[in-house]
């Protein structure tokens, strides 16, 4: 119980850990990314702004006569240029100039788009050049220049800028597998903390029930003595009394279940059951419980039925602790035959041995269990009608005991229920 709740509190915890961490991780990414973004972006514009510049110098200096129109478009000087950029320029009189540039490649290309007149977006469109196994990436863009100076188009190398996010990508991921692993451990250890005053106050809970069950015992049992050592001399009682006698025997042997049944769950919880396991015939044992029990359904007006399978050649032999198993068979028939009204019927049944495993199945024609209500049958106190279980002497902890008992066996409970038609119930043991 405490192992489940420690996951579940791990779960948790690490969850908002790893979210946490994953929303930090990807918010640093995406202001990397589109930082570089901006910046390449912005090269472009400092590009298209050294290409204005270097336009209007040279107009200056060919209106002052400092230089010849015809050598405007032969003696252009790149020196402006970064090693990573390059520029085509197409002179209004369609003569073309390339800038030196170590991208053949990309330089060709320009020229092509130069040639063919296509423009390119002012704001830059990517551009990728496979070169051997190589794969270079540009930022590309074309350019009306200023004052009829003709179109130019220019490239920006960017490889370097996506290299560089492709590896903090990386290193982004292993990091952040890398914390998520230790906010795991942190939650698991920080789940455990948390754990340590729930166990406390849990084994004192459980030591409680344990040590009042026991000291309970004792008057109860003195107490139930005293009540049939009065039922001997009942007749000689007037009527009122006889009828508070009745009512005391009642509540004492009421009370005495209850302690019991506290008892045994305070010893299940402890974990201070020891069980003896054995290779028990489940039909045998659930024949012997049938025959315990009848007295109880021919007194309430139910039909008890055995349904004994034809061929019972050691196939219904399961492991388990046969007192428990007959603690088991007995709860759950008891269950049935209390919510099952005068003239309905309860059935026990089997299924044939399948995948390691033997099924005991018990049907009733009862009252019912509301959809609703299903999920809640097997917690401790909790009754689906309260004044009802009180009546039939009920204190909702039946069930609670069959679920624990079926835990320490390792088995497999199912229930399906119908308002008014009755419950099956299902328990697949380990042969």
């Not at 002179?91 to 100039?97: A, G, I």
């Not at 200023?146 to 990508?169: C, E, H, K, Q």
């Not at 005068?342 to 509301?370: C, E, F, W």
Request: charged share 25%; proline share 2%.
């Amino acid at each position: 119980m405490f192992d489940r709740t420690r996951k579940q509190l791990t779960i948790f915890f690490g969850s908002i850990l790893g979210v946490v961490i994953i929303l930090i991780t990807a918010f640093f990414y995406l202001i990397l990314q589109e930082t570089l973004q901006h910046n390449e972006i912005q090269k472009l514009e400092d590009l298209k702004n050294k290409m204005s510049q270097q336009w209007e110098h040279r107009m200056e200096e060919q209106k002052k006569g400092k230089r010849p129109m015809e050598h405007e478009v032969k003696n252009v000087e790149w020196i402006f240029l970064l090693s990573d950029e390059l520029i085509v320029w197409v002179s209004p009189d369609e003569k073309t100039q390339i800038s030196p540039s170590r991208y053949s490649a990309m330089s060709n290309q320009l020229l092509n788009w130069a040639q063919r007149n296509e423009m390119k977006s002012g704001k830059g469109e990517r551009f990728y050049v496979e070169t051997g196994e190589e794969r270079q990436t540009f930022l590309v863009s074309s350019q009306i220049l200023n004052d009829a100076g003709g179109v130019y188009w220019m490239a920006i190398d960017i490889t370097s800028n996506l290299a560089l996010l492709d590896t903090i990508r990386l290193i982004l991921l292993l990091s952040t597998i890398v914390l998520l692993s230790i906010a795991i451990w942190l939650a698991y250890f920080f789940a455990g903390k948390a754990m340590v005053p729930i166990k406390k106050s849990y084994y004192q809970q459980v030591e409680f029930t344990t040590n009042a069950s026991h000291e309970l015992r004792t008057p109860l049992s003195v107490i139930h003595s005293s009540v049939e050592l009065l039922e001997e001399c009942k007749d000689a009682l007037p009527e009122f009394e006889q009828h508070v006698l009745d009512s005391l025997q009642d509540e004492v042997k009421r009370m005495i279940r209850l302690v019991e049944s506290l008892l045994t769950l305070a010893r299940s919880d402890s974990k201070s059951l020891q069980m003896k396991l054995d290779k028990v015939d489940l039909v045998q044992v659930s024949h012997q419980i049938y025959q315990a029990i009848q007295p109880l359904a021919l007194k309430k007006g139910v039909h008890l039925y055995h349904d004994l399978p034809e061929n019972n050649h050691g196939s219904n032999f399961i492991i388990g602790n046969i007192d428990q198993i007959k603690q088991l068979l007995y709860i759950l028939l008891d269950n049935a035959i209390k919510y099952t009204p005068s003239g309905g019927q309860v059935k026990i049944s089997y299924r044939g041995s399948h995948n390691g495993k033997t099924t005991l199945q018990i049907a009733d024609t009862g009252i019912g269990i509301p959809k609703d209500e299903l999920a809640r049958i097997f917690e401790r106190f909790y009754r689906v009608d309260k004044a009802r279980s009180r009546e039939l002497g009920g204190a909702g902890l039946g069930l609670s005991i069959a679920a624990d008992i079926i835990s320490n066996l390792g088995a497999y409970i199912h229930v399906t229920s119908e308002e008014g038609k009755g419950s099956f119930f299902e328990i697949e043991f380990h042969a």
